[in-house]
């Protein structure tokens, strides 16, 4: 089944054209893995799929509804309270984390769920255990964001994402704000998820993530995608030089 | 004369300027009650994406924090009598002190809530808050934390300022010494208002410092 469906997105900053007609699809429990050179559009790419990026035309369909349907120059078709309905269904988690500092690790996580889908805070904070005890910081519900860890963080925030039941979760570079150490505890929550079969679309820089967890990886170069194909394939025989030439400069 | 009973001449005297003092402190809670709420009320306005409200509130923060305040109270009080507005002197006073005060602390709080990372923006939608739950339970609280220390700046000011209404007729603390001093020309009623001054705002920094304490868990 079709979970999310891109066509022809064009994007620009100012002058600059970022993502420059970009067609993409995205299977129920796939796993996809968006590599490529910085400012080669994948992060814009991603904010596209949850609305943090307008695009400038082209069509984004989430499990077949159109979410953004533009003609160059004109205004989106579907409605801003349509698309707000929709990107419930899309979960994310920041380079940078973004917990809300002045609540803690549980107060982060039942925010949503309560204040939006009005969840009754009982059920909530016993969802949030849950939630808690499966990335593994059960002992840190209580605590303030700044007193845990990078790695802790992230894992929370993934925590927090999952808690408004996405069907489809957005990674944007995940544990690239992270020490090397602790990069590993955040791809293992990662790891168990796509177990899981979620439906994962991460921007990432860890090939080691892309070579073993990924069904399919994504090569973007200049606002393009130059190659969308098995991550052996990718990794191993690359057919375009500059995938080539990049993926001998990140070391696999 | 005086010196035949001098604890009783300063119980006397600073009964009577505690007596003015009601009207200050009355003074100062209206202004308070009101400029912090429409404050931030109009910080969002200033940041708002529409234009409109911008410049309107541009316009207001630009007059009200450009002109003296002892102007605005003539304005009030003298200026709308002449166009048939006219206003008891504590409705004049409470409105100049309110609008006046609401300036500064629009750009307070415009200035705390820009300095809220995106970011958090960013959560928040990405959590499908909108605009309303994102700033009431996410940009705010951390922003209003942030203003804490200029906050307490201007209700300090403002404690002092109280002290203007005199101009237009009002017996605050300050007049109240100032009419035993014309009595008596003695120096003691000034230092009475100065300890009264001097109480009032170390309550208010005390107050402020607890409030501070309580959000700084984080």
């Given amino acids: 089944m079709q979970m999310l469906k891109a066509e022809n997105i064009i994007k620009s900053f100012g002058s600059h054209r970022v993502l420059n007609s970009v067609s993409l699809e995205i299977n129920k429990g796939e796993v996809i893995a968006v590599i490529g050179p910085s400012g080669s559009g994948k992060s814009t790419l991603l904010r596209c799929f949850n609305g943090l990026e307008e695009i400038d035309s082209g069509m984004i369909l989430i499990e077949n509804e159109t979410f953004s349907c533009k003609e160059p120059g004109m205004k989106d078709t579907v409605k801003h309270g349509a698309k707000r309905a929709m990107q419930k269904k899309i979960g994310m988690v920041f380079q940078n984390f973004n917990l809300f500092p002045h609540r803690t690790v549980l107060e982060n996580i039942i925010e949503a769920p309560v204040t939006v889908n009005k969840m009754n805070k009982k059920e909530a904070v016993q969802m949030a255990e849950l939630l808690l005890e499966k990335v593994g910081l059960a002992d840190k519900k209580n605590s303030y964001p700044s007193k845990i860890s990078g790695g802790q963080k992230q894992r929370v925030a993934i925590a927090r994402a999952l808690g408004m039941n996405p069907d489809i979760m957005l990674f944007d570079e995940p544990t690239s704000a992270l020490d090397p150490e602790l990069t590993g505890e955040v791809l293992k929550t990662m790891t168990d998820l796509a177990r899981e079969k979620m439906t994962m679309f991460v921007v990432t820089h860890e090939m080691r993530f892309a070579a073993e967890i990924a069904d399919r990886i994504i090569f973007m170069d200049d606002g393009i995608i130059l190659a969308d194909d098995k991550p052996d394939k990718i990794l191993t025989s690359p057919d375009h030089f500059r995938i080539k030439s990049f993926i001998e400069k990140v070391g696999q | ?218």
């Fill in chain 2, 1 to 218: 004369m005086i010196m035949d009973n001098l604890a009783q001449y300063i119980i006397d005297s600073a009964l009577f300027i505690l007596k003015g003092g009601i009207l200050t402190v009355e003074l100062y809670f209206v202004t308070i009650l009101f400029s912090i709420p429409l404050g931030i009320c109009f910080a969002l306005m200033k940041i708002s994406r529409y234009k409109l409200l911008r410049e309107i509130t541009g316009f207001y923060t630009w007059v009200f924090r450009g002109t003296p305040l002892l102007l605005q109270l003539f304005f009030t009080y003298y200026g709308l009598a002449v166009v048939g507005i006219t206003l008891q002197p504590f409705s004049a006073a409470a409105i100049t002190f309110v609008v006046n005060y609401t300036a500064y602390l629009t750009e307070i709080y415009r200035a705390g809530i820009e300095s809220i990372d995106r970011g958090q923006h960013e959560a928040a939608h990405a959590l499908n808050m909108n605009y309303f739950q994102t700033m009431r339970r996410i940009i705010l609280p951390q922003a209003v934390r942030r203003t804490i220390p200029p906050t307490c700046n201007e209700a300090i000011n403002l404690v002092k300022d109280t002290a203007l209404v005199s101009v237009i007729g009002m017996s605050d603390l300050l007049i109240s010494a100032k009419e035993i001093f014309a009595r008596d020309f003695v120096i003691i009623p000034f230092i009475i208002a100065a300890v009264i001054y001097l109480v009032i705002t170390t309550v208010i920094v005390y107050f402020f410092r607890k409030i501070e304490a309580r959000y700084s868990i984080y």
